[in-house]
């Protein structure tokens, strides 16, 4: 059983900041891409950032320069430094990883999502 956990949300004001974390837990032989995803009410659940195992990282046009992706593989987590939010960040944050189990062939993973609100 694998299971993706997420915290740090909450509500900031605009041109704020908050960092987000995912760690990830369970029977884990291997752990390949990492990354984040959001979802606003009525749209549709688009990349935020992810950053594969190599190290290299990949961002969506709307937060490029102001988010940033990273990973600690000792402890299985990867975070999301958020900068300069803006209001149309508003959104559940999902965390997403490819795990390999022992065993079995690498999955898709999602945590359960956290709420960020960006509000004055």
């Known amino acids: 059983q694998v299971q993706l956990v997420e915290s740090g949300g909450g509500l900031v004001q605009p041109g704020g900041s908050l960092r987000l974390s995912c760690a990830a837990s369970?029977?884990?032989?291997?752990?390949?891409?990492m990354g984040w995803y959001r979802q606003a009410p009525g749209k549709q659940r688009e990349l935020v950032a992810v950053i594969i195992s190599g190290g290299s990282t990949n961002y969506g046009d709307s937060v490029k320069g102001r988010f940033t992706v990273s990973r600690d593989t000792a402890k299985n987590t990867v975070y999301l430094q958020m900068n300069s939010l803006k209001p149309e960040d508003t959104a559940v944050y999902y965390c997403?990883?490819?795990?390999?189990?022992?065993?079995?062939?690498?999955?898709?993973?999602w945590g359960q999502g956290t709420q960020v609100n960006v509000s004055s």
């Open positions: 369970g029977s884990i032989f291997s752990i390949h891409d």
């Open positions: 997403n990883a490819y795990i390999t189990s022992g065993g079995r062939p690498t999955i898709s993973y």
